[in-house]
């Protein structure tokens, strides 16, 4: 069964430094989604991206965070200046929009740990 | 505002026993409304979805959620928890835009 994979599983960087986060997507799915979970909080919607375009964003989702679809399979999270509140797994999504709905499917997500 | 709530933060249930997660939303229109479930450092998995019809959904594992509009809520059930069970589970809602607003999570334990 196809699912989003996510690299790396861990990552630890130190405060100001620039990550980006990997995702694959699911291979015949359009929309594709951030979202990232602090430790003992609930997950959040960071941002969602369509048609190489972003399509809504948090007001998290500053203009230290981008996006990005570098080739047909990849999908990017940067992160330009780390900050220890950045700490949090960070989790890729994708879908694609059917009759019935869409249903995101969720990567194994990224462990991001910034001292 | 959208919002979803999930009153209970822990609860425990003895293995075989049943089981019922409360889920509260708040949305303008008719939801789309999902239970996922997280094992301990895994991601998210999808264990059902309602978009419309039947207000009953069945799901993976065994589980099961009622959709009741006049209360807003859509609780996730199980008739026999087993000792895997055990995980955190997230109730959420899409809006128009795809976006999941997500619940606090209820935290499963199971004793024997």
């Known amino acids: 069964e196809p699912e989003v994979t996510q690299t790396p599983s861990h990552q630890v960087t130190q405060m100001g430094q620039e990550v980006i986060l990997r995702c694959v997507p699911i291979?015949?799915?359009?929309?594709f989604y951030w979202y990232r979970q602090i430790l003992g909080q609930k997950v959040e919607f960071l941002v969602s991206?369509?048609?190489?375009?972003?399509?809504?964003k948090s007001e998290i989702f500053d203009d230290q965070f981008s996006v990005e679809r570098p080739d047909g399979s990849n999908f990017t999270l940067k992160i330009r200046s780390t900050k220890l509140e950045d700490s949090a797994m960070y989790f890729c999504?994708?879908?694609?929009?059917?009759?019935?709905?869409?249903?995101?499917?969720f990567g194994p997500g990224t462990r991001l740990t910034v001292l | 505002a959208q919002s979803v709530t999930q009153p209970d933060i822990h609860i425990t249930v003895s293995e075989g026993a049943s089981l019922e997660l409360r889920c509260n939303y708040s949305?303008?229109?008719?939801?789309?409304l999902f239970w996922y479930v997280q094992s301990p450092g895994q991601g998210l998995q999808l264990l059902l979805k309602?978009?419309?019809?039947?207000?009953l959904v069945q799901g993976i594992k065994g589980f099961e959620a009622e959709f009741k509009r006049s209360q807003s809520s859509f609780n996730l059930r199980k008739p026999s928890v087993h000792w895997s069970d055990a995980a955190e589970y997230f109730c959420?809602?899409?809006?128009?835009?795809?976006?999941?607003?997500f619940g606090q999570g209820t935290e499963l334990s199971v004793k024997p």
């Open positions: 999504a994708s879908s694609r929009r059917t009759a019935d709905g869409d249903t995101q499917y």
């Open positions: 291979s015949n799915h359009l929309y």
């Open positions: 991206f369509y048609n190489n375009e972003i399509s809504e």
């Open positions: 949305y303008g229109a008719t939801p789309y």
């Open positions: 309602y978009f419309s019809g039947d207000t």
């Open positions: 959420a809602v899409r809006n128009q835009g795809g976006k999941l607003i």
